[in-house]
């Protein structure tokens, strides 16, 4: 393992190598991304419509739900760090994770997301939610 060299790779650099790790993707996992980054997004519209005003929902979310403009950067951000992760074969779940891909303002505000959305994605989206838990 190479947590240590990583913290210092450039972003630049990085972001080269998981877009190299997106194109070699197996059928699997690029399944697993793709499913992965709708997860979260609908994670990310559930949040908004439980949390800011319908009015403000101008934007449309990476699953295609209306979400605010604040959330629309969160989703991107999520999405795109799901893009480049390079975990995506190995991981069970971002909390188990030991690259912390995220930057701390936004780790804190996926991490509210989740706290909301986790539990109402059991009657919403149930098979993404299982999922989800179960690391697939
Ligand atoms: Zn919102």
């Known amino acids: ?33 793709s499913r992965e980054k709708r997860t979260i997004s609908q994670m990310v519209a559930l949040y908004c419509a439980g949390n800011h005003p319908a009015e403000e929902r101008t934007e449309t979310a990476f699953c295609g739900e209306p979400v605010c403009p604040a959330c629309k950067a969160v989703d991107d951000y999520s ?31 996926i991490r509210a997301v989740m706290r909301y959305a986790g539990p109402r994605m059991i009657t919403k989206h149930p098979v993404a939610a299982f999922r989800h838990l179960l690391g697939r």
């Open 79 to 109: 999405v795109t760090r799901t893009e480049r992760c390079r975990q995506m074969a190995a991981k069970t779940s971002c909390d188990q994770c030991p690259y912390h891909c995220y930057r701390p303002n936004e780790r804190e505000q």
């Open 1 to 33: 393992m190479r947590f240590g060299r990583l913290k210092e790779v450039g972003y630049t650099r990085a972001m080269t190598e998981n877009e190299q790790n997106t194109a070699r993707d197996s059928a699997p996992i690029a399944k697993r991304r």
